[in-house]
């Protein structure tokens, strides 16, 4: 029989490189650790930046849609109005006299080419007369309502004008069975 020898390895130097080993790859698993870390919050810290972002372009979203809500609203009230007042034009005739700083009557009515009366103390009877006529005209159309607008500049018309071109509208709204709606508009400004 063979004599067995033994044989003794010498574990000290083999025990360092495995501890330096291991220590090499501590230290690279704590850099990476550390570098994933750190990428997990910038990550992290962009998530949040999206989120709010994503928040704030909801509350965005959600205010366009509400003016775009009451934008529709707005639209649907002018059509509405669009056809009131188409409806309301359909059925009537607009007439308006307007006294210029030259004492001369503008007689105008839709459609219609505009007259000029002059109005003086020699013509006063014939102006009257002619406003009748053109009033009675219009009053006389297959219209429902007569809206007749009455413009002035209050520091050129005179007392008796004024007065004479109320009476006139008195008059015929008294004898016409037809509405006739009077409005002034005083044009003077400051």
Not at 61 to 80: M, T, V, Y
Not at 91 to 118: P, W, Y
């Amino acid at each position: 029989m063979r004599k067995r020898r033994q044989i003794f390895i010498e574990l000290t130097s083999l025990l360092d490189v495995i501890l330096i080993m291991l220590f090499v790859i501590l230290i690279q698993a704590k850099g990476q650790t550390a570098n994933a870390l750190a990428a997990s919050e910038e990550n992290h810290e962009q998530m949040v930046a999206m989120e709010q972002e994503n928040m704030n372009l909801k509350q965005d979203k959600n205010a366009l849609e509400h003016d775009l809500e009451i934008a529709r609203e707005e639209c649907e009230s002018w059509k509405r109005q669009i056809l009131t007042q188409n409806t309301v034009m359909d059925n009537s005739v607009l007439v308006t006299i307007c006294v210029n700083a030259d004492k001369t009557i503008l007689f105008e009515s839709e459609g219609e080419a505009a007259q000029q009366i002059s109005y003086d103390v020699a013509n006063e009877n014939y102006a009257r007369n002619t406003l009748i006529a053109r009033m009675q005209e219009k009053l006389r159309t297959d219209a429902k309502v007569v809206f007749l607008v009455f413009q002035y500049d209050s520091h050129t018309i005179y007392q008796k004008e004024y007065e004479m071109l109320k009476k006139i509208v008195e008059d015929l709204q008294a004898k016409e069975n037809l509405p006739l709606i009077f409005l002034e508009r005083n044009t003077y400004t400051n």
